[in-house]
C-alpha cells in the first residue's frame, strides 16, 4: 500500500487497500507492443481499483484487483435508470520518468458536483487522489512515454443496488480503471470538422448538462451519428435560444480579433478543466477572458466579418483542436486559422509533461 498521511483538510485517514495482484498482467513485450500504438480507449491495464458504498457502511471494501469483468445483478439500478457519474485524466511519463497528473483536485471536486446532481455519494477527494495513486502504484508501467502519449484514467461509480424503484440507490460502486491513450482524433493535431445539431440537444435547463453524467453522452450519440453521415468529426450543441453550448465531448473556445477570448458560460456545460486551465494561460499572456453567451448567430457573423479569428475545441482526451468547418443542414462556413490554439496547446502539455515551469501549481506526483 502507499503510505499517504491524514488528510489536513479533511481530518481523513487513508484507506487501506486490499491489493490482488493479476498473475495473468500482459508481458512486457506484449505491454510495449500495445504501449507502441495505443489509439485511444482501446486497451486496459493490467488492475482496477474499486471502492464499495453503502448508506450503513459508507465507503469500504477499497481494492486493487486484477482488470476484469465486474458482476451485477441485472436489477442493478444503473443498469434501468442510468445512476452513473464518471471523470477523464490522464497521467504524464517525465523525461526522469516520473509519473504526474495534472490537477486531479479539480477532477475530485467535479466528480463529487456529478454525485450530488445524480444523487450519489461524494467520494471524499482525498480518497479520489488515493484511487489513483494505488492504480499507478501497480500499473505505473503502462504510462507511455511517446511523444503526447499518456495513461488515460477513467474514474466512474455507478447505483449498484438491485431494486426497480425509482430513488437514490443505497449500494454503490466507485471504479477506476486506465488506458493507454494516443491522440483522440485520428490524424493527430488537424483542424476538426463540426457538425450543428438543429434537431436534438444535449443538455436542457436545470437538466444535467453539468454532470459528468453517461445519459448526456447517450442522447450525444445519435446527433453524433449524424454528424459522421456528413462527413464531420464532432457535433456541437445548442441550447433552447440558441446559444452554443459545447460539443459532444469538448468545450469550444472563441478568439476575437482585439485578443480577448470567450467561452460560452452556463449550468448546462461541463465545466471543463483543460478549458480553465487555457484561460488562465491566455490571461497570464494578457488576454481578456470572457464567459457568457455566444449565439450561433454571434459565432458565423463574427466569422463572416472577421472578428472572430480562431475557434477551437478542448478537453482531457482531445487536448486543444483548432475547428476548421462548421457545417449546418444548409451551410458551410470555413472557421479563420490562428496560432493561439496551438501555441496554447504547445505551453499546456509542455507543463503536463514536466518540459516547462509548473507555475501554478497544477501537477501532482503520483508515482512517490
Ligand atoms: N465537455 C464535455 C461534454 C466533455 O466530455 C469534456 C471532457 O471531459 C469536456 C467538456 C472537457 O472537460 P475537461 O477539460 O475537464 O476534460
Ligand atoms: C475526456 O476528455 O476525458 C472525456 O471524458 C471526453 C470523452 C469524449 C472521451
New binding site residues.
Given amino acids: 500500500m502507499t503510505t499517504i498521511d491524514t488528510d489536513p483538510d479533511t481530518g481523513l485517514d487513508p484507506l487501506e487497500f486490499a491489493v490482488t495482484r493479476n498473475l495473468t498482467a500482459k508481458s512486457n513485450a506484449d505491454r510495449d507492443a500495445i504501449l507502441a500504438s495505443p489509439g485511444f480507449g482501446q486497451s486496459f491495464t493490467d488492475h482496477m481499483v474499486d471502492i464499495c458504498w453503502s448508506v450503513r457502511g459508507g465507503w469500504h471494501r477499497p481494492r486493487v484487483s486484477p482488470y476484469g469483468p465486474i458482476s451485477l445483478d441485472p436489477a442493478a439500478a444503473v443498469l434501468h435508470y442510468g445512476q452513473e457519474i464518471f471523470?477523464?485524466?490522464k497521467a504524464y511519463r517525465h523525461a526522469d520518468g516520473s509519473v504526474h497528473t495534472f490537477r486531479p483536485d479539480?477532477?475530485g471536486r467535479?466528480l463529487q458536483r456529478s454525485a450530488r446532481r445524480l444523487a450519489l455519494p461524494e467520494l471524499p477527494v482525498p480518497y479520489f487522489l488515493q484511487s489513483l495513486r494505488e492504480l499507478i502504484a501497480v500499473d505505473g508501467a503502462w504510462v507511455p512515454s511517446g511523444a503526447d502519449q499518456s495513461l488515460y484514467l477513467r474514474p466512474f461509480m455507478f447505483a449498484k443496488e438491485a431494486f426497480l424503484g425509482v430513488r437514490p440507490a443505497h449500494k454503490v460502486a466507485y471504479y477506476l480503471i486506465a488506458s493507454p491513450a494516443g491522440a483522440y482524433f485520428k490524424g493527430g493535431v488537424k483542424p476538426v470538422s463540426i457538425w450543428l445539431s438543429e434537431d436534438y440537444s444535449?443538455a436542457g435547463k436545470g437538466g444535467t448538462g453539468a454532470a459528468?453524467t453517461g445519459g448526456?453522452?447517450a442522447a450525444?450519440l445519435l446527433p453524433q451519428s449524424e454528424a459522421y453521415e456528413n462527413e464531420c468529426d464532432q457535433v456541437v450543441f445548442l441550447d433552447q435560444d440558441r446559444n452554443v453550448e459545447?460539443?459532444?465531448?469538448?468545450?469550444v473556445v472563441f478568439v476575437y480579433k482585439d485578443g480577448t477570448i470567450v467561452t460560452p458560460q452556463s449550468d448546462s456545460?461541463?465545466?471543463?478543466?483543460?478549458?480553465?486551465?487555457l484561460l488562465q494561460l491566455a490571461r497570464d499572456r494578457g488576454h481578456h477572458v470572457e464567459g457568457r453567451n455566444v449565439s450561433l448567430t454571434e459565432w458565423r457573423e463574427g466569422v463572416a466579418s472577421g472578428d472572430i479569428v480562431e475557434v477551437f475545441a478542448?478537453?482531457?482526451?482531445?487536448v486543444v483542436t483548432p475547428i476548421g468547418t462548421l457545417k449546418g443542414r444548409d451551410f458551410i462556413d470555413e472557421q479563420p486559422s490562428g496560432t493561439l490554439a496551438l501555441e496554447l496547446r504547445e505551453e499546456l502539455t509542455n507543463i503536463q509533461y514536466g518540459r516547462a515551469e509548473d507555475k501554478h501549481g497544477w501537477l501532482y506526483r503520483l508515482d512517490a
Fill in positions: 471523470e477523464g485524466i479539480q477532477n467535479r444535449r459528468k448526456n453522452y450525444s459545447e460539443l459532444g465531448g469538448m468545450n456545460i461541463l465545466e471543463g478543466i483543460t478549458r480553465d486551465s478542448c478537453g482531457t482526451a482531445a
